[in-house]
């Protein structure tokens, strides 16, 4: 399956490669700034439920390369990877909560292959709310991932996992997020930086990409508003302090910038200027 994996990416990316330099209809550049700039589906939720077609249409007009997520119901897989390939788009990544995974994992790698993807994430690694974690449930973590981590790389994906503000809390006078860190292997697992929940947590992203170098392939881009819970906004519109951010990014060893507000009311208004404010980050 390995070989065959590796096969089918490789005839997929020179598609898609394809398609995205030679149709400028929807391609808004072609350089090497752009190509890693995607977004996650639930981040135009309402408009995908509505019509993806012309979603992803819009998506790719505004300059997107990637996208995130699962796939629209009504459609298989595969024929939604020709679709993305068609608009000069192409699914990097795709995935589900650890629990999911556990049970459907053979599923989620066909999906996975279907889509030509080339990682699949554990959105959530906890087996439970993680209100009040202790270092029993710390540690089989660190062991689900990294089994995770070996079947997925078994099967030809990269698996990586997806933070939130539970692991920035101390636990035996140590931060959780450390804690897996140090015991999750890099051969199998890398990991999805939150930005937003990293800040929500107390701590900066560039501090964490300095502190464990190359070890966040994906990052997921959204902002923090102003009002007193400090919530989600689209990336541009809020108070985080991205540049420190985006200059550390390459010593983390971030490969994809993914936009993602999930609760985004006016999703392609929130993907327009959430793509600008990348954009001028990355050509600085």
């Known amino acids: 399956m390995m070989e065959k994996r590796r096969e089918f990416f490789k005839k997929t990316l020179t598609g898609v490669f394809g398609l995205g330099f030679s149709n400028t209809l929807y391609s808004m550049a072609a350089d090497k700034n752009t190509d890693n700039i995607g977004i996650i589906t639930n981040t135009v939720g309402n408009e995908m439920k509505a019509d993806y077609k012309s979603t992803l249409r819009e998506l790719a007009q505004i300059g997107y390369k990637c996208i995130e997520g699962g796939v629209p119901e009504g459609i298989a897989p595969n024929e939604y990877n020709n679709l993305l390939k068609g608009l000069g788009l192409r699914a990097v990544a795709t995935g589900s909560s650890m629990g999911n995974l556990k049970k459907e994992l053979d599923n989620y790698l066909k999906i996975a292959e279907a889509l030509g993807a080339e990682y699949l994430v ?69 990991v999805e930086l939150d930005w937003y ?86 050509d600085k």
């Open 122 to 190: 554990c959105y959530y690694p906890w087996l439970s709310s993680a209100t009040d974690l202790q270092l029993p449930e710390i540690m089989d973590t660190v062991e689900n991932i990294n089994e995770m981590g070996k079947k997925v790389k078994d099967a030809g994906f990269r698996f990586a996992w997806h933070n939130h503000d539970k692991e920035f809390v101390e636990v035996d006078g140590k931060l959780v997020f450390d804690t897996l860190m140090e015991h999750t292997d890099p051969e199998y697992t890398t």
């Open 197 to 282: 929940w990293v800040v929500k947590g107390g701590y900066n992203p560039e501090d964490l990409f300095k502190k464990y170098p190359s070890r966040f392939e994906i990052g997921h881009v959204k902002d923090m508003n102003n009002n007193r819970d400090g919530g989600i906004c689209c990336v541009g519109q809020g108070i985080i302090d991205f540049k420190p951010i985006f200059e550390a990014a390459k010593i983390g060893g971030v490969k994809y910038y993914i936009v993602e507000n999930e609760r985004a009311v006016k999703g392609i208004d929130c993907a327009r200027v959430s793509y600008k404010t990348i954009r001028r980050h990355l």
